[in-house]
């Protein structure tokens, strides 16, 4: 077992143990935490593979912005002085035969198919090229970006707004 | 007189009574006499009746004038090329002796009827309904082709449908039409059914051109058997329209309907009308179906007799008679006497009219009192009626010197020499033992209506003799039942003129082999041989007649007088048990009635056969009626009704949810039907966690079932 | 890649870009003008009127843009997509104006500036969802119409059911794309593309581990069939149809839906052909069974959609579940595979988007004055609003599919496709479908006719401009239907796909 | 153990996309529901790179991830934007309460 | 007359009328009514002049030479599929003498229940609009030699006919409308998806030689117009023809109506107004037997041929379960309906004949039940209008009340139980005797002639318990017939008086069709043994 492994795990770990408590603990303040945790496990995942820039990508905006977001929401949608803010959950039952059926079938043909695998390629920085393709290749995609942006500004302020 | 002056006269014949139906129909209300319209046309329909009896009897007696135009063509057919449905006139003796009857009594009812139906509320259109049967009736007798007959068979019912239920307020009259119309629609049934035969094997419906056909070999389906089936199909139609066994029960019911009509139609014409038909297809009837239908007529004949026997209503008592006389005639033509079966329609015709217009006197005398218990000693008020009762009586009984003897004398004869030849002795017996019975309960009515004493003291004293009007018809019509008018010998009727030149028995169709033996034309040697009439479409050629065998010839002769002698007993005796009863009460009819009760009860209610109709067929027809239309509400509409489910939607929306719709079968689809459409339902939550489950389980079963694939 | 080639790109997205431009210039003078919120609809319409234009032209198109080394092309030019993205036009045309009419819409008048952009958001989104070829664009694109109608779902916030419905629908969408995406990152996987030519020249010619490709495409269908409300992932159209403001509901029921098929009709036949037969009929790659799939979710989809809409009152939400039916009719086209049925497919859509937009504007109308959508209060309609109830039962009668409207003419063209493939049975369950379907119609129209309204009459005027646009929906019903000629020839040169 | 290879890495994203659709059907909380959504983005952009990485497809993979981002954080700010506003309407974020529109 | 396009203004008149309804002001009842009038005047007399200039010798069916007044122009032209070559829908209408009788029919009965309309005072302005609708519907079945134009008629008249029946109609109408639609429609759709079946197994040839798919009846009926492979031809191994005449059939049976899909019946006319039931019975049930002549036939002869005796067999219980249902009825237009069911028996028993004479009476028996059972609805209308009960126990009498009513009553009565001189006799016995001449069907021809007697039945002891005995004091104040009803009674009492006295007018009329269609169901059994190969 490799150094390499060893961080996978670590990740890995982190990752999946601190996803599934983000969606059973019942305080929701932990939740959002554990939240934060993941993200940063899975920015972990992305050092691994070597996407250095998404990982980076992904501290900023997950770990920065949307789990601050979801902290502010949820600091919103309680009353702040109630000391434990819980949530209740509903269809355990249902919800676990589905979805675990449905994570059966997933990781099984997911790990056992035979996937198209190169030599893989020595990981290099990627930021660079990344940027030409975002004003090149992905120039319009990058552009429609930006709208979704504006209309999810427009969006969230009229609703938001008084 | 040329045929086609003849012709024109019988055009003129047959619509003339049309023309004052449709006159009194239309005007009957705007202009108050329109009734006399209706009776000087019918007189001239007579007269004219009375001139193409004279002309054609004296410049054509052997010749059939045939008249005919195309009616329906349907042309161009594949196999059959043009076929034509033709209507036409036939003018033979048979029919111009039946048209002249026919033209008489309608007149004589006529005119009977201005005194007997005055101050009825719908008295014109009374008129208008005689002309239109008149009309029917002259169809009948002038047509040349089966459909036609039909046609005209099924209007006379019609007519006799309106004039029974004449007086329809009264629910026994309409009643009485009703059951009238379709008992003899059962009968037309078997009729249409021998026409679609004849019609499917000759395609055509001309009498002469079937028995062209027929002589020339064309069976029915190529088998003797469905020959005899044919004719028997065909008689069904006369069995409905003369009352014959066992669709008799509409006659005595349709007494319901006024006095002259009884006379007229069921009495005189219409109800012979069957009597007619048989005469018309004679020719192919086979020895097997002349059989059967002499079996009806003689079952006819018997049981109303019997039957008559008991009745207390002067016009019931009429009726049974009718019906048993014409069951003579019939079983007259089943042993092979034509001749004598229509003379006896004839002569029938005339006394059995007089009878009923006798009886529509008293009746009128008597204020519309018709129970003969009630009656007594009208002879001294009703002198004249009573005569011509009289008269007429006598020669229903059969007594010398009077038309009826020579005619029933001969049926008798007939049926003497049947038994001779074939050993079936029990026709003669049954013609023996109707001729007492007749004898015996027109004897019994004539007492119990003209002598003894009054027991109705009030009527009878105000009864008084009917006026110049109703007692002319009474008079002619006793007069026309004396023996002169027919032949110049009281006793031997085949030397007048009636029989032996005016009315000849026809050439059969029939195969050889599908014959009674002595009508074998192949055992003849005496005759000369008879070919197949020599007939072209426009006339015929007439003078063949049947060929009996030499036996049948001696037999007819030789039964003659014993027949005549033992008639004239019979006769004899039935009137002298009738005054023993009745005029010097020697034995008490009611203590006899008393000790055969049994026999008395099944006389008296006329062997239950309208109870036994009623709860056999009309009972099945209704309950099956009723069942079917349960069914349909329920069943069918709830089956086919989309599978129930629309049912079920239609009411829960329509806020009308039919208990009974929904009942058995239907239920448990309908409940099953709308369960689906509150499964899916069920899954709508408002809980888009739920949906998101659901979409889970959806995303997994797709999954499997493509793995399985 | 050079400039010329950007620029010769651009030439090809004419229509995107003056919607772009359009969105942009509706959120700046909403800045300027500040209260003064009337021009907006006519910027909104100039910007719709400039796109149709450049749609027309996109016509004779056949090309692709934006093509790199890397990439066959994101964005297809072709007649297809112009046909679709003229249904949007047109819907979104009609949809202005019934906003402009809209009591619901007027509400909230200080927020007009963001209704437009919102709505123009959407447009901008659909359009690229229908000429994308490229699954990042394609997921992208979604993603911006889902936002978009999120929004506008909720748009008016006071309102309890319009909140409500916003919820479910971002929850709702928010999973689905999270499962499409799930599916596109499998499909990349195997291919290493997400270019539809790319990874259709790829599974022809290499072997594909056939469980895993048939889940890629199955979880990248979730978001399709999500756009298109096919059952089992239509539940949340009911709920948000009713909803969301009428004029959005309309909107939803025909342009979101319109996005939705031109996506999966170019997702199917680009990815999966293998060639196209001389009678028409697609061979497709043997890696899925589509054409079983399609069969079993259309007869679900029709067979739902009918029998849950017999027992709605509200007609917004029957109008849902027929919504749900009639996607099931399409997907009829779809199952058949073959040109015949991709006329048929457009056929349809073209009436159905006409009937449809018909149909809400008459019940907006209603629920502007009598303020229910309640089948029940509906009685007597026809009576006090002949005019209203005769084009409600124009447009209910040509969504049930009765001759001579042309409503019968697009039922006609799919029955034509199936039996044509000898799809029989199939056929069958589809004509027993469309009685079911007549008989919810049939009773609002019921309501409209032959009841008597419970307490009153309902006196009031429709506008002529309002007439006007009733007239010219129910108009081009009838007239099609008696002479369909160009309906069909319009369907005949929209059916050009680039590259098959 | 064996060594790291591509399945590790999808099968930790198939958990953690499991994970998230668990989470969205059975947290009753609103956000909650929200941060199960994310955790899905997540488990396909874990796809996209590890994809890309062993299947040496070049930078696409990535480019999609870093869209995904985007994409994701503008939907956390519309739904939370719902999210508040159903707050102020009816009172509670608690998914299964909010269920007037329903058959 | 040249080319004047009569058939096409027979059909579309009826539409010019509807759109000036629409545009006249609410208040103008009486104008509405009299447009109405003065259009199904116009086409009394178009039909009139149609009869006039009738060729008696031309025989339609499936020769379209011998159709005549023959109109025929591309309606719907599509080319340029390379897969599936050229489109093309035809406007073709003609008429033969299956459809002269019908064309007339629709004319006269259209004109009447204009008449029995005039009482209408609920929204009139849309009933007429309707009415016309429905007219334009009708005739058009019947003149169309497309199938597709043919369906496109048969489906135009449902939707007036739903709102005629369901707002102007009895207390449960809304139930007999919706139960009239859903059955019509599912009907229509077998109908609708044989024909398209049908159009992708027939090729027509055009005049440059090219071959297309056709909608034409008249090639579909030709054998050498079927496509090799066609789904509907006979050379096709899986043979769907039979699936697909069950399937027609049924979508026509549902129409006439046919045993066990008659149930829809007895409601609609029940609720029906009395001009709507006049249409109903008197041209609506019509369409079922005349599509299948017209259709069933000439398209499926081989099918026919084997099928014929279930027709035949379910003709007969028509006949004697309408009778027998009829009779245990208590309402009087209930009882009158389901007579119509055992009538159109008749049609269907005279249809299986597969013979000149029992087509042809099945044609004038079609003819002369539209005339009679309109009668006799209109006879049933008159006394509803008067007591508002059609309760058959609740009367008594009437003819001492109202005698000239009665008078025709009678009529209508004898003419419906077959009574020689009256129209309904020749078309019965030539049904019997076509019938019996067809070995295949002569026992049920035998049974079925019970129909005759039970038909008499119910008739008379209707007319027993209504019109005879004595009047119940409550009817004392009925009054006979106004003008407007003569109106309506007298002419078709002409009608069927001169039909019963010369049936040879309508005969004729039909003579050279029903034998081409005898000629042609013949020389098919050959050819298609020929083509199927068994």
Redesign the interface.
């Known amino acids: 077992m490799s150094i390499y492994d060893i961080i996978f795990y670590l990740f890995a770990a982190i990752t999946l143990i601190s996803a599934f408590f983000v969606v059973t603990i019942r305080n929701i303040v932990y939740s959002a935490f554990f939240l934060l945790f993941t993200f940063f496990g899975v920015a972990g995942i992305y050092v691994i593979l070597g996407a250095d820039f998404v990982a980076m990508v992904q501290l900023i905006i997950y770990v920065g912005g949307i789990v601050i977001l979801m902290l502010f929401g949820v600091m919103l949608t309680n009353k702040i002085t109630s000391v434990a803010i819980k949530t209740g959950t509903s269809q355990i039952v249902p919800a676990a035969i589905g979805v675990g059926m449905f994570a059966g ?2 990781t099984a ?2 790990v056992n ?4 695998k190169v030599d893989t390629a020595p990981l290099l920085p990627t930021t660079q090229s990344l940027g030409l393709m975002l004003i ?6 990058f552009e ?2 930006g ?2 942006l ?3 500004l ?6 938001a707004r008084k | 007189m040329t045929e086609f002056n003849l012709i024109q006269i019988a055009v003129a014949i047959l619509f003339l009574p049309l023309v004052g139906f449709a006159f009194v129909l239309f005007f009957g209300k705007k202009i108050k006499n329109a009734y006399l319209f209706e009776i000087s046309i019918i007189t001239v329909t007579f007269i004219l009746t009375a001139v193409l009896l004279f002309n054609k009897l004296s410049w054509f007696p052997d010749k059939n004038i045939v008249s005919e135009f195309s009616w329906i063509r349907i042309q161009n057919l594949a196999v059959l090329g043009n076929i034509s449905i033709d209507l036409g006139f036939l003018l033979d003796n048979l029919s111009v002796i039946m048209i002249f009857t026919v033209a008489l009594i309608s007149m004589l009812v006529h005119i009977f009827s201005i005194a007997y139906m005055k101050g009825d509320r719908l008295y014109n259109r009374y008129f208008a309904y005689l002309g239109l049967f008149t009309f029917s009736m002259s169809g009948i007798v002038l047509t040349h082709n089966i459909l036609m007959m039909y046609i005209f068979w099924e209007l006379v019912g019609i007519s006799s449908y309106l004039l029974i239920g004449f007086w329809y307020e009264k629910k026994s009259a309409s009643d009485a039409g009703k059951k009238a119309f379709l008992v003899n629609r059962i009968g037309d049934i078997g009729m249409f059914s021998g026409i679609m035969l004849i019609f499917n094997t000759y395609h055509t419906f001309t009498f002469d051109k079937i028995f062209t056909q027929m002589a020339a070999g064309t069976l029915p389906f190529n088998s003797e058997f469905w020959l005899t089936v044919t004719g028997l199909l065909l008689f069904c139609g006369a069995v409905g329209k003369s009352a014959q066994f066992p669709l008799h029960v509409w006659l005595p019911d349709a007494m319901e309907g006024p006095t002259p009509v009884s006379a007229l139609i069921h009495a005189a014409t219409m109800v012979a009308a069957g009597v007619f038909l048989v005469c018309r297809i004679y020719p192919i009837l086979t020895g097997n179906a002349l059989f059967i239908i002499a079996v009806i007529g003689a079952l006819s004949a018997v049981i109303p007799a019997t039957i008559a026997l008991t009745q207390n209503d002067i016009k019931k008592v009429l009726a049974y008679s009718t019906v048993s006389q014409l069951g003579y005639m019939v079983m007259a033509l089943g042993v092979g006497a034509y001749k004598f079966a229509f003379f006896h329609l004839i002569t029938h015709a005339f006394f059995k009219a007089c009878l009923f217009l006798g009886s529509g006197s008293v009746i009128h005398a008597m204020h519309h009192e018709q129970d003969i218990t009630k009656m007594g000693g009208l002879k001294k008020k009703l002198p004249l009626t009573y005569a011509t009762f009289l008269i007429a009586s006598l020669a229903l009984s059969g007594i010398p010197l009077t038309s009826g003897f020579l005619s029933k004398d001969g049926i008798l004869q007939g049926t003497f020499a049947f038994a001779s030849l074939t050993g079936h002795w029990l026709f003669p017996a049954a013609g023996f033992a109707v001729a007492m019975l007749t004898a015996f309960y027109m004897f019994r009515l004539i007492i119990l209506t003209f002598h003894g004493e009054p027991k109705n003291k009030e009527k009878y004293d105000h009864a008084h003799e009917s006026p110049f009007v109703m007692a002319m018809p009474l008079v002619v019509l006793s007069t026309l039942s004396i023996f002169f008018w027919y032949t110049p010998n009281p006793v031997n009727a085949d030397a007048g003129w009636f029989l032996s030149k005016w009315i000849k028995s026809p050439v059969l169709s029939v195969p050889q082999n599908a014959r009674y033996s002595f009508m074998k034309t192949d055992v003849v040697s005496s005759v000369s041989k008879e070919g197949i009439a020599d007939i072209n479409n426009s006339t015929t050629v007439e003078g063949k007649e049947i060929v009996y065998s030499e036996a049948y010839t001696e037999a007819m002769h030789h039964a003659h007088y014993p027949a005549m002698f033992l008639s004239l007993l019979v006769a004899a005796l039935g009137i002298v048990f009738a005054f023993i009863f009745y005029y010097w009460k020697k034995i008490s009819a009611d203590k006899l009635a008393a000790d055969i009760e049994p026999l008395y009860k099944l006389s008296f209610n006329k062997w239950y056969f309208d109870e036994i109709y009623n709860a056999t067929a009309v009972a099945f027809t209704m309950g099956s009626s009723r069942f079917l239309a349960w069914f349909d509400m329920n069943i069918v509409d709830g089956a086919v009704n989309g599978v129930a489910t ?1 049912t079920r ?1 239609t009411s829960s ?1 329509t806020g009308k949810f039919d208990s009974v719709i929904v009942d058995g079968l239907v239920n448990l689809v309908a409940y099953f039907s709308g369960f ?3 499964i ?2 069920r ?2 939550t ?1 809980k ?2 739920t ?2 489950v ?2 889970v389980f ?2 997994v079963i ?2 499997y079932l ?2 399985t ?1 | ?1 050079n400039v010329d080639y ?1 620029v010769n ?1 651009l030439y090809l ?1 004419k229509p995107e870009l003056a919607i ?1 431009s359009a ?1 942009v210039l509706l ?1 700046l003078i909403d800045l300027i003008m500040g209260n003064n919120k009337k021009f907006l609809p006519y910027v909104a319409i100039a910007g719709l009127i400039a796109a149709a234009y450049f749609i027309i032209g996109q016509f004779g198109m056949n090309s692709l843009a ?1 093509v ?1 080394k ?2 066959k092309g ?2 297809i030019a072709d007649p297809f997509g112009a046909f679709f993205k003229g249904i949007v036009v047109f819907a979104s045309l009609f949809v202005v104006y019934f906003s402009i009419k809209s009591d619901e819409i007027k509400a909230s008048f200080e ?1 007009h500036g ?1 209704y437009y ?2 709505i123009f ?1 959407m447009i ?1 989104g659909m359009f ?1 969802m229908i000429s994308a070829s490229d699954l ?2 394609i ?3 979604l ?2 119409v889902s ?2 109608s ?2 506008l779902a ?2 008016t ?2 309102a ?2 319009n ?6 629908y ?3 969408g ?3 794309s ?2 499409m ?2 599916g ?3 499909l ?3 291919t ?3 270019n539809l030519y790319e990874i259709n020249s790829l599974i022809q010619s290499s072997s594909i ?1 056939n ?2 490709f ?2 890629s495409g ?2 990248i269908f ?1 978001g399709i069939g999500y756009k298109i409300s096919a059952a ?2 239509h ?2 159209t ?2 948000v149809y ?2 969301a403001p009428i004029t959005i509901t309309a909107f939803l029921s025909v342009a979101s839906k319109a996005a939705g098929f031109a996506l999966l009709i170019r997702f199917i036949k680009i990815t999966f052909i293998k060639s196209v ?4 009929y697609w061979q497709l790659v043997d890696l ?2 589509w054409k ?2 399609f069969i079993f979710l259309s007869i679900i989809t029709m067979t ?1 959609g009918n ?2 809409a ?3 009152d509200n007609l917004k939400r029957m109008l849902a579940y027929s919504s749900i039916a009639h996607a099931g009719y399409l997907l009829l086209g779809m199952a058949v595979l073959s ?2 049925g991709m006329i048929a497919i457009i056929i349809y859509f073209a009436v159905y988007a006409i009937t449809n937009l018909g149909a809400f504007f008459v019940v907006m109308l209603i629920a502007n004055k009598i303020g229910s959508e309640n089948i029940d209060d509906y009685k007597g309609l026809g ?1 006090s609003q ?1 005019f209203l109830g005769v084009s409600l039962a124009i447009f209910l ?1 040509s969504l049930t599919g ?3 409207t042309a409503g ?1 003419i697009g039922k ?1 063209y799919l ?2 496709a199936l ?2 493939a ?1 799809m ?1 049975t199939l ?2 369950i589809a ?2 479908n ?2 079911v379907a ?2 919810y119609y ?2 609002v ?2 309501n409209l ?3 008597r309204p419970a307490n009153g009459t309902f006196e009031f005027k429709v506008s002529f401009s309002n007439g006007l646009v009733l007239v010219l929906l129910a108009a081009p019903i009838i007239i099609l239907g008696i ?3 160009p309906l ?2 319009l369907a ?1 040169n929209s059916m050009q796909i680039l590259g098959f | 153990m064996i060594h790291v290879g591509l399945t590790h890495f999808l099968f930790i ?1 198939s958990i953690l ?1 499991s994970l ?2 668990f989470g ?1 059907v059975t947290r009753r909380n ?1 956000v909650m ?2 941060m199960g ?1 994310e955790l ?2 997540n ?3 874990i ?2 790179i ?3 990485r062993y ?1 040496n ?2 930078l ?2 990535q ?2 991830a870093l ?2 981002i985007v ?1 994701a954080a ?2 956390a700010a ?2 939370l ?3 508040l ?2 707050y ?3 009172s509670t974020v608690n ?1 299964d309460e ?6 | 007359m040249g080319n004047f396009p009569i058939l096409s203004f027979i059909t579309f008149l009826p539409i010019a009328g509807m759109i000036i309804i629409l545009l006249l002001p609410k208040a103008q009842t009486l104008a509405m009514k009299s447009i109405t009038l003065i259009i199904t005047g116009i086409q009394v007399i178009l039909a009139g002049f149609l009869l006039y200039h009738y060729n008696y010798g031309m025989g339609g069916i499936n020769n379209p030479a011998t159709f005549q007044y023959i109109e025929k122009f591309r ?4 080319t ?5 070559g050229k ?1 093309k829908i035809d406007y073709f209408l003609g008429i033969d003498g299956l459809s002269i009788p019908m064309v007339l029919l629709t004319a006269i009965i259209s004109f009447i229940a204009t008449l029995a309309s005039w009482k209408i005072d609920k ?1 009139v302005k ?1 009933y007429f609009a309707l009415y016309l609708l429905l007219v334009t519907g009708m005739m058009g079945v019947f003149v169309a030699l497309d199938f597709f134009l043919f ?2 008629f048969w ?2 008249m ?2 007036p006919m ?2 005629l029946i ?2 102007w109609g009895g207390p449960r ?2 139930y007999a ?2 139960k009239f ?2 059955y019509t ?2 009907g229509s ?2 109908i ?2 044989v024909v ?2 049908l ?2 197994s027939t090729m027509e040839t055009l005049v440059d030689g090219s071959k297309v798919f056709t909608f034409n009846m008249l090639s579909m009926m030709d054998t050498h117009n079927f496509v090799a492979n066609g ?1 509907l031809s006979p050379m096709n191994p899986h043979n ?1 023809r039979l699936i697909a005449y069950i399937a027609l059939f049924i979508g026509f049976a549902i129409k006439i109506p046919m045993f066990p899909f008659h149930t829809w019946l007895p409601d609609a006319h029940v609720e029906a107004p009395t001009a709507i039931s006049v249409i109903l019975a008197g041209v609506l049930l019509k369409m079922g037997t005349y599509g299948i002549l017209r259709v069933c036939y000439p398209v499926f002869p081989d099918i026919t041929l084997k099928l014929v005796w279930w027709i035949g067999a379910f003709g007969m219980i028509n006949i004697i379960y309408g009778a027998l249902c009829a009779m245990a009825q208590k309402d009087f237009k209930k009882l009158i309906a389901y007579s119509s069911v055992s009538h159109m028996g008749f049609v269907m028993l005279g249809m299986a004949s597969l013979n000149t004479i029992g087509i042809s009476g099945a044609v004038l028996q079609m003819f002369n039940h539209g005339t009679i059972t309109a009668m006799l609805f209109i006879i049933v209308g008159v006394i509803y209008d008067r007591a508002h009960t059609r309760e058959i126990d609740a009367f008594g009498g009437l003819a001492t009340q109202m005698p000239i009513y009665t008078g025709f009553v009678t009529l209508a009565f004898f003419a419906a139980i077959g009574l020689p001189g009256l129209s309904g006799f020749i078309s019965e016995s030539f049904v019997f005797l076509g019938g019996f001449a067809f070995e295949t069907i002569r026992v049920i021809t035998v049974i079925s002639t019970l129909g005759l007697l039970l038909g008499a039945g119910y008739m008379l002891w209707t007319l027993q318990r209504i019109y005879l005995g004595t009047v119940p004091e409550k009817w004392k104040l009925l009054k006979d017939l106004d003008f407007r009803e003569y109106a309506m009674l007298v002419p078709l009492s002409v009608i069927i008086i001169f039909l019963g006295v010369y049936p040879s007018f309508m005969l004729n009329l039909m003579n050279s069709s029903v034998n081409s269609m005898v000629k042609f169901m013949m020389d098919s059994r050959a050819l298609y043994s020929s083509i199927t190969g068994f």
């Open positions: 079938i997933l043909t997911l198919s035979h996937w198209r090149s290749e992905y120039g319009i995609i429609l970006l709208i979704i504006l209309i999810a427009i969006g969230a302020a009229s609703l | 629309v939607w929306f689906i459409g509150l899916l339902r899954f709508q408002g888009v966690q949906y998101l659901l979409v959806s995303l797709i999954l493509f793995k694939f | 890649m950007l790109s997205i772009a969105l959120v934006f790199s890397s990439n994101m964005i927020r963001e952009t919102l958001g901008l690229f990042i664009l997921y992208i694109s993603e911006l936002f978009s999120y929004v909720g748009f916030k006071t309890l059911r909140s409500e419905a916003a919820l479910k971002v929850i709702y928010g999973v689905s999270g499962i995406l799930f596109i990152s499998i990349y996987g195997i290493g593309s997400t581990p469980l895993t048939i889940l199955i979880l979730v089992p992932f539940f949340w009911p709920d009713e909803g037969d001389s009678a028409g899925i069974d079983t799939f739902l029998f849950a017999l027992w709605q040109n015949q009576y002949p009668i009765l001759p001579p019968f006609l029955f034509i039996v044509d000898k029989i056929a069958v004509l027993l469309s009685v007549l008989y049939i009773r129209l019921k006719f032959l009841s002479y369909f000629t069909v020839d005949k | 994203s996309f998230g659709i969205i609103a529901v929200l959504i899905m983005l488990a396909a952009n796809n996209f590890a994809f890309a299947g497809f070049g696409q993979g480019i999609m869209f995904v994409v503008a939907e519309i739904a934007a719902i999210v506003n159903i102020k309407i009816f998914v909010i269920d007037t529109l329903k058959d | 309606w719907i032209e599509i340029g599929f390379s897969w599936i489109i929204a849309g369906y496109v489906e135009l449902l939707l739903y709102f369901g707002i109408r809304e409308a919706i639609f859903l429609l599912l759709v077998f609708l998806l398209i079946g159009y992708f789904i769907l």
